[in-house]
């Protein structure tokens, strides 16, 4: 849901992208499942790195940001939410590799299906079992929640068996990631009209790191990145401006809401601050030269930067709790990015 970018998701192969085929002889690697302590562990990792593991740490801040312009604190209708959306997430690391597998054996021969590290056949049953126990997920939270759940799944398998080469790519990986976050707000209230601005948000900085993703191998022009920076800054300004959501529940303690809206404003700042630095200063380099690195770089700070957006958002909500929650998955996510690629 957030490009592999684009993956969505997100965030192509483009991001070849996530977000977002045959590959080479499968002797050019071990096989998952082998029966060797090291073969096992090998294939653990080829594992990680085919559902790109650090980028799920972006994924829990969708349904949290979504049930927080509910009014509502988060319950067990939300943590079904953010389980279905792990699921379909994943599901669509796994498709997008498995569709992506002859473009990967020439530019990224390295990866886990190219490699023969995996079967592609495992991929593609990766795939339709996460995708079920997606759509199980949601229709426990609620009808409203599978309502959302369903055309999320669609959107997801359209991208990346259709759509993804196409101008609509970046489009459907905006709208995955939208959805994913009114998954959330059904789940928690059962409506997703309080969630549309908020959802728009996400999908708009989507839309952005995921059209950025389709130079992640070959480059491209400058002016992508830089309408991205631009993107991203006018999404910053509008955080920091755009008034508390009328949907929020108001304080049991009257006497106490004008610190409690203050510390929501000061919290919006600084996380609205945080997004555009870890968007920002890549997005930056990329402009000044789209270079498949830099830009390999703009993308994942772009898919990074969902954790403090989506931390923004929920604060805007008024949703303290939610906020610090979904901002302290950004340390795990940057340091495991270190390990396996989120692209």
Not at 180 to 209: C, W, Y
Not at 302 to 319: D, E, F, V
Request: with cysteine; proline share 11%; aromatic share 2%.
């Amino acid at each position: 849901m957030t490009p592999r970018p684009p993956g969505p998701d997100q965030p192509t192969t483009t991001s070849r992208p996530q977000g977002p085929s045959q590959g080479p002889s499968p002797s050019q690697g071990p096989r998952a499942g082998t029966t060797s302590g090291a073969g096992a562990g090998a294939g653990a990792r080829a594992w990680a790195e085919l559902l790109r593991l650090p980028a799920l740490f972006t994924v829990p801040g969708d349904a949290l940001a979504g049930a927080a312009t509910t009014g509502n604190r988060p319950n067990p209708r939300t943590l079904l939410a953010i389980a279905s959306s792990l699921c379909l997430y994943e599901a669509g690391m796994a498709l997008n590799d498995w569709a992506d597998q002859a473009e990967d054996a020439l530019e990224r021969p390295h990866r886990p299906l190219p490699s023969g590290r995996i079967r592609p056949p495992a991929a593609l049953v990766a795939a339709g079992a996460l995708t079920a126990a997606s759509l199980a997920l949601a229709a426990r939270a609620g009808h409203p929640a599978l309502a959302v759940a369903a055309p999320l799944a669609v959107t997801v398998w359209a991208y990346d068996l259709a759509l993804k080469r196409t101008p609509a790519g970046p489009a459907a990986m905006a709208t995955a990631r939208g959805l994913d976050l009114l998954l959330g707000a059904t789940a928690t209230g059962g409506s997703a009209r309080p969630a549309l601005p908020s959802a728009l948000t996400l999908a708009t900085h989507t839309l952005a790191v995921t059209t950025v993703s389709r130079g992640e191998t070959r480059g491209g022009s400058p002016l992508v990145p830089l309408a991205a920076l631009a993107t991203t800054g006018t999404l910053a300004w509008t955080l920091t401006r755009t008034p508390q959501a009328p949907g929020t529940a108001p304080s049991r303690h009257p006497a106490a809401a004008p610190v409690r809206h203050l510390a929501a404003d000061t919290l919006r700042t600084v996380l609205a601050a945080a997004f555009v630095a870890t968007s920002g200063r890549p997005l930056l380099h990329a402009a000044l030269n789209p270079s498949p690195p830099l830009t390999q770089r703009a993308v994942g700070g772009g898919i990074r930067a969902m954790i403090p957006l989506q931390a923004a958002l929920a604060a805007r909500s008024g949703a303290l709790a939610s906020a610090l929650l979904t901002a302290a998955l950004a340390p795990a996510a940057r340091r495991f990015a270190r390990k396996v690629s989120v692209t």
